[in-house]
Structure formats: structure tokens, C-alpha cells
């Protein structure tokens, strides 16, 4: 009989064996283990059941009819292929037909996790088996998956926090430290000489030879550092590729990759094989934890109450100068500034609420801050459970949207003063009047519409929106009973987040009518609650 295991999805991935598309899931088991699940599945998307006789004549397609609709009730065939790179091909094909073309956009893993309901952690049932590897210690071969309710911790996790120090032109490597949250240490010193509390090296190439072993020996699910890849893993990259050693630090001898990117919206990203590369600055920022500046000097005075011991202008010199004439100050500072990271992630608390995150929307660890992504993991596995399919992002619309109410202030200093505030305004009015993609659509040929102040109409039906919302306020208010601080802070980023998700032309059920009928109903509660305070005699300053 299978066994069935609990774990943690760290990296979903997919590749292509002998023609088909295969998913790979790495994570850690409850247990501790490490773990790899392997699972075929084809990538498909929907058209209108009455256009399959005129799809292009291609090999390796299926058609297979349903028992969903399209929003108008239309009966809708899905579309099945081997390969999801030819997704796209085939569907520019269709829609240059004039046919539309259902989920044809969604991401192939995020297709494969919102199809089995998995986000972020997972039961696994199947025969475990020992890995045939090095780099993880189970293996899964097509196993039933379900959506666990384990909810894990960053301690649960095997975290290394990775942090280089270089020469003043970064030219040279001086050394490499990895701190990890199980008390592993390891630092990788460049030096003539053998130093005490360090692995000594003669050259470029056997430092990350060395920094390459220690990373696969504690088989980390997060590698983290503070700027880690835009500096360190840019650094260290380029000294892989100089002396030709692979850079291959993942749970598969695939080559990890950097994507560099100096855009201000855009974050820099790379992609390690089963593991999770997070950059501690991005880890803070988006789970909006406020700093006057995001140096590590600055969150370790701020979480940790210290400062680096070296920092300021000059520092790189006197690092150098340390380097040179007192190695065992230096080691310790560059050790100290990998444990920093770790330190400042626990006392934060970001890194929980990213792991939370994780396991309320299904999304990677990096990817938890991907709102419009986060509301379709959850938003389509309850519009399918509800017998339908959702549109393709349309991104040649869009008008601007009504903004929130501003009432103007009345200086002064007053006495008997009582604040007032909604809780969860938004999210409210959307439970409240039914707000939601699959409501508005039926809103013009409903009976007895809910009717906005702006004119959009919202049937009467059970709702999906409404009813996540329902969840997350009951797990919300759970949490504030219950002080667990970290939970009502990632379900309250998520809730917070979806009035800006359905006010976005790049939301696949953008519409200017829903997003203002939402913004339409609060002016409208704002004014009435100002109008009833005035009549029974108080003065609304704000």
C-alpha cells in the first residue's frame, strides 16, 4: 500500500522526455527530507466546441469535449498537445481565425499546480523511493498529489545564505562565505597559507569548485544573501564560466543562470535547479517591510540591533587591509555578513510570510509578490470547479480607473476626538454587493441586479470572489484572535491586492465598470457614513 507524505514545493519545473512534457516538483519533505516528484502532463487550453472543425490539421493535437462553458454559457472542447512551447503557435492560429481561445496564456507548471489545487505544500502519496542522486534524498515517480494544510516555517526549510567579499575593482574572489539556518558554516578563503576556521585555496577555480561541493553537501531549499544576485552570483557566475567548471548547483546537473535586470519594476531573478534563489532586500520589500533604505547595515541596526563592522566610505580598502594583514577579522566579517541575513530573516518574520504566501496562492517563493498570478491560481481552480473557463488576457484595453475618496481635512486641534475606520473596505464591498468577474458578466441579464453607483450590474448568484474573500476574512480574524501575526499579514497583503488585480488592464477580467463600481461604492459609504455622523451632530474633521 502507498504511503502518503506531507512536503513543501520549493521549485515546480518542467522538461521534455521523448516528446512529452514531464513536470518535476522539488521541495522538502515534513520529515526533512529533500525531495523530486516526476509527473507527465500534456498542456492544453479550450475553444468554443463548434470551431474544433476548424482548427489547423496538426500532429500530436487532441480535441476532447467537456462539460464547461465560456462565460456565456457556450460549450467549450479542450485542446490537448504534447509540448508547451507550441501553445502559443497554435492559438495565435486560431484566434487569426477569429475564434477565441480559452486559458491559453497560463504558465505550463501554473497550469499543472492550479489543475491538481496544490499551493505550496503538497500530499504525496506513491512509493518513496532513495534517490539515485547526491543532490536530494527522495524520489516520487507519478504519484497522487492533493493540497496539504500544512503551513510551514523558514526553520522547517534548509536556508544557505551566501555572501562574497572581492578585491576593491571586483576583479579577484577573496573569499566565499555559506551560513545556513541549521548552524552549518563554511567559509572558502583565497590564501596562501592555512588559516584557522577556513578551507584555504590557491586559485579562482578551486574556490568554486569548493563553493560548489559545500552548496550541494547542505542541499539548501532557499540560497539567499543580501544584493545576492545582482552582485554575488554575477561574480561568482562569471568566475564558473573563466575557468570552464559548470555551474551547476541545483538538485540536477542542469546549468543554474542569472537574468540581470536594471529595470526599477523589475527584479533580478536566477533559476537554480530544486532550489529557490531569493535576494534578502526583495524578501523585506515585498512583504512590505519598511526601511529608511535597504542596506544591510541598515535592517541589521533595525532587526538586530548592530552594524557591520566594517561599512561607510573607505570600507572596501580596509576589508582589502584585512585581507592582507589580519585574516581572522576578516574572516569573521565576511561570516558575519552571510549569518546577517538569516538573523534579519528571523526576526522579520519576511521569509515566513513569504512561505505563507506560498502556501495560500500555490505561487513560488518568488513569485508570492506576482499578484495578477496569485489571484488566477486561486480564481481558476474555483471558476473551473464551477463548470467554467476563463478568457485570455486581452492587453489592448484599458481606461483609467476612479480612484479612492479623498475628503479634505479641517485643521486644528480638537477634543473628544473618535477615529473611525473600515475594516477591509474593499474587500468588504466586493463580499457585500457580489462583486465578481463571473457576477458582472451576467450583471445586464440578471434579475434583480445588484446595481453600482457608476451603472454596473452584479447578478445575484453565488459568487467566487466573494466566497475566497469570505475564507480569507475568517482565517484573518482567526489569526488577529489568535496573535499569529505572520498569518494575518500575508492574508491581508493577499486580500488587500485584489481590488488592485481587477483594476489592472493586465488582469485577464480587467473591466473600468467593475474596478469603479468598487471605487463608486465607497465613495458612496464614505459620504453616507459622513452625511449620518453630521446629522446626529458631529463634526467629521477628515
Known amino acids: 500500500m502507498a504511503d502518503t507524505h506531507t512536503g513543501f514545493i520549493t521549485h515546480p519545473v518542467y522538461d521534455i522526455e521523448d516528446g512529452q ?73 486560431i484566434l487569426e481565425n477569429n475564434h477565441p481561445v480559452f486559458e491559453a496564456d497560463i504558465p505550463f507548471t501554473s497550469r499543472f499546480l492550479i489543475d491538481h489545487e496544490v499551493k505550496g505544500t503538497v500530499e504525496i502519496t506513491g512509493e518513496k523511493e532513495r534517490a539515485n542522486s547526491q543532490r536530494y534524498d527522495s524520489f516520487f515517480d507519478e504519484p497522487s498529489l492533493e493540497n496539504a ?97 559548470a555551474f551547476d548547483l541545483g538538485r540536477d546537473s542542469s546549468e543554474s543562470s542569472l537574468t540581470v535586470r536594471s529595470a526599477y519594476m523589475r527584479d533580478s531573478s536566477m533559476d537554480v535547479r530544486g532550489r529557490m534563489v531569493l535576494d534578502g532586500i526583495h524578501v523585506l520589500r515585498n512583504n512590505f517591510v519598511s526601511l529608511d533604505d535597504y542596506k544591510l547595515d541598515t535592517a541589521a541596526a533595525e532587526f538586530v540591533g548592530e552594524q557591520k ?3 561607510g566610505s573607505g570600507k572596501e580598502d580596509a576589508i582589502l587591509d584585512a585581507y592582507n594583514d589580519d585574516p581572522d577579522t576578516f574572516l569573521s566579517y565576511n561570516r558575519r555578513d552571510a549569518t546577517l541575513v538569516l538573523d534579519i530573516f528571523d526576526e522579520s518574520n519576511a521569509l515566513n510570510v513569504s512561505i505563507l504566501r506560498s502556501c495560500l496562492t500555490g505561487m513560488p517563493l518568488d513569485r508570492v509578490s506576482s499578484t495578477i498570478a496569485s ?63 463571473l457576477t458582472h458578466h451576467k450583471g445586464n441579464t440578471a434579475d434583480n441586479p445588484i446595481e453600482a453607483p457608476n451603472g454596473a450590474r452584479f447578478s445575484r448568484d453565488k459568487a467566487i470572489l466573494p466566497s475566497i474573500l469570505d475564507d480569507l476574512t475568517e ?32 488582469c485577464r477580467f480587467f473591466s473600468e465598470a467593475m474596478a469603479n463600481a468598487i471605487t463608486g461604492f465607497g465613495h458612496h459609504i464614505l459620504k453616507h457614513t459622513k452625511s449620518r455622523l453630521e446629522d446626529n451632530g458631529y463634526t467629521v474633521i477628515y
Open 21 to 93: 512534457a514531464v513536470v518535476y516538483l522539488y521541495g522538502r519533505l515534513k520529515t526533512g527530507e529533500s525531495f523530486k516528484i516526476r509527473q507527465p502532463y500534456r498542456p492544453y487550453f479550450f475553444v468554443h466546441t463548434d470551431a474544433v472543425d476548424d482548427l489547423p490539421s496538426l500532429n500530436d493535437v487532441d480535441t476532447e469535449e467537456t462539460d464547461l462553458t465560456d462565460f456565456d454559457e457556450q460549450p467549450v472542447s479542450r485542446v490537448v498537445l504534447d509540448i508547451p512551447k507550441t501553445v502559443p503557435t497554435l492559438r495565435d492560429s
Open 149 to 245: 494544510s500544512w503551513r510551514p516555517r523558514a526553520s522547517d526549510l534548509t536556508i544557505a545564505s551566501i555572501d562574497i567579499e572581492t578585491d576593491p575593482a571586483h576583479d579577484d574572489v577573496l573569499s566565499v562565505a555559506v551560513a545556513t539556518n541549521k548552524g552549518d558554516e563554511t567559509t572558502i578563503l583565497r590564501y596562501d597559507n592555512d588559516v584557522d576556521g577556513a578551507t584555504t585555496v590557491q586559485d579562482d577555480e578551486a574556490l568554486v569548485k569548493e563553493f560548489r561541493d559545500v552548496i550541494l553537501e547542505y542541499d539548501p531549499d532557499i540560497l539567499t544573501g543580501w544584493n545576492v544576485i545582482d552582485f554575488d552570483f554575477d561574480i561568482l557566475e562569471d568566475v564558473f564560466n573563466e575557468h570552464d567548471v
Open 309 to 311: 563592522a566594517f561599512s
Open 375 to 437: 489571484f488566477d491560481s486561486l480564481y481558476l481552480a474555483e471558476l473551473r470547479n464551477a463548470g467554467y473557463v476563463a478568457p485570455i488576457t486581452d492587453y489592448g484595453r484599458g481606461e483609467r480607473t476612479t480612484g479612492g475618496h479623498v475628503m479634505e481635512s479641517t485643521p486644528g486641534i480638537y477634543d473628544n476626538v473618535v477615529v473611525c475606520d473600515f475594516k477591509s473596505l474593499y474587500p468588504s464591498i466586493m463580499r457585500t454587493f457580489n462583486i465578481d468577474p
Open 475 to 506: 482565517e484573518k480574524d482567526e489569526a488577529t484572535a489568535n496573535e499569529a501575526w505572520v498569518t494575518r499579514q500575508a492574508v491581508k497583503i493577499l486580500m488587500n491586492s485584489m481590488y488592485g488585480v481587477l483594476a489592472s488592464p493586465n
